[in-house]
Nanobody, 115 residues
Framework: QVHLVESGGGLVQPGGSLRLSCAVS????????MGWYRQAPGKQREVVAL???????NYADAVKGRFTIARDNDWSTVYLQMNSLKPEDTAVYYC?????????WGQGTQVTVSS
């Protein structure tokens, strides 16, 4: 079992920055992949950024060069640094952990980019 709690969302102006945090607890040692996903109103949930247990990262084309996924050495917290935010980045952002065939999700945190 893995428990995830996101924080750090809010309202930001276009061009601004936010850092999301995901507090991870439970069977941290068994996590294969950690990731951030987002879901905008009326749209399907989509992957934003992924990090493997070995530290490899992958980003959606829409956020490459603007967003960075990072983690503490012990996997206790995973971050998503979001720079140069755009209105189209507005969504609920979810933290995800993959353990074997199971996927765990946090409750989500709202990010709104608007002037």
């Amino acid at each position: 079992q893995v428990h995830l709690v996101e924080s750090g969302g809010g309202l930001v102006q276009p061009g601004g920055s936010l850092r999301l945090s995901c507090a991870v607890s439970g069977s941290i040692f068994s996590i294969n992949v950690m990731g951030w996903y987002r879901q905008a109103p009326g749209k399907q949930r989509e992957v934003v950024a992924l990090m493997t247990s070995g530290g490899s990262t992958n980003y959606a084309d829409a956020v490459k060069g603007r967003f960075t996924i990072a983690r503490d050495n012990d996997w206790s917290t995973v971050y998503l640094q979001m720079n140069s935010l755009k209105p189209e980045d507005t969504a609920v952002y979810y933290c995800n952990a993959e353990v074997a065939v199971y996927a765990y999700w946090g409750q989500g945190t709202q990010v709104t980019v608007s002037s």
